[in-house]
């Protein structure tokens, strides 16, 4: 079963807009959520995280939202830019959970960013 | 180099051949993961070590696959037997602290193995 979920296999901006990449997740234990970027042949790098007691985190052009009720997360970035076309994967781990979980990532499928110029 | 290093870049196996994959974390680094990518799809996890120690191993998909970690740096994965279901990116990723710590992963580039 696909515990996070991208339902956007790809996503088309225009340079300068906003870009929206959205994530879904069931497992409840999940506390802390990642965005990965990833170029053609190199391994993803990390974005931006948010643990579950917060529900916003900004870093420069990246806002990442989550929305626990709805188990629910969203990146933002404004204003979206050439370079930023890439894969993005969103990740969680139960990080807080106790017991035998310590930071392991479960990775949805990914969405394709491009951004036109 | 500081990153995370994978060799080969590439493998290609003939079905039944057995295959070594090597990653060199950062130095340093306490944590060291291997994720395996199948086309399509988002990394998935294959075992964990912190260390020289094996604390997870639950993502290895049968008894095929073997990582060691022998003295807390380098790493091998080791696929005995490859079938063509085993064709993925092996992805190795390494962390500072140990992995509770919040310690952001830095991914090495991978090694593209195809079974044929």
């Known amino acids: 079963d696909q515990q996070v979920k991208q339902n956007s296999p790809s996503l088309s901006v225009q340079e300068g807009r906003i870009s929206i990449l959205n994530c879904d997740y069931t497992n409840s234990m999940f506390d802390y959520f990642l965005w990965y970027k990833k170029y053609p042949a190199e391994g993803p790098t990390f974005l931006i995280s948010i643990s579950s007691i917060k529900d916003k985190n900004e870093d420069g052009r990246f806002t990442v939202f989550l929305n626990k009720s709805a188990k629910h997360l969203s990146l933002h970035i404004v204003p979206s830019q050439p370079g930023d076309s890439a894969v993005y994967f969103c990740a969680a781990t139960p990080l807080n959970a106790g017991g035998t979980s310590y930071g392991k990532l479960t990775f949805g499928q990914g969405t394709i960013l491009t951004v036109h110029p | 180099g500081a990153g995370v290093s994978q060799s080969p870049r590439y493998k290609v196996a003939k079905r039944g051949q057995d295959v070594a994959l090597r990653c060199d974390p950062i130095?340093?680094?306490?944590?060291l993961f291997w994720y395996q990518q199948a086309l399509g799809q988002g990394p998935e996890f294959l075992t964990y070590?912190?260390?020289?120690?094996?604390?997870?191993k639950s993502g290895l998909p049968s008894d095929r696959f073997f990582a060691e970690r022998p003295e807390g740096s380098v790493s091998t994965l080791k696929i005995q037997r490859t079938q063509q279901e085993d064709s993925a990116v092996y992805l190795c990723a390494s962390s500072y602290g140990a992995a509770r710590d919040n310690s952001p992963l830095h991914f090495g580039n991978g090694t593209r193995l195809t079974v044929t």
């Open positions: 130095s340093g680094h306490v944590s």
């Open positions: 070590f912190q260390n020289e120690a094996q604390l997870d």
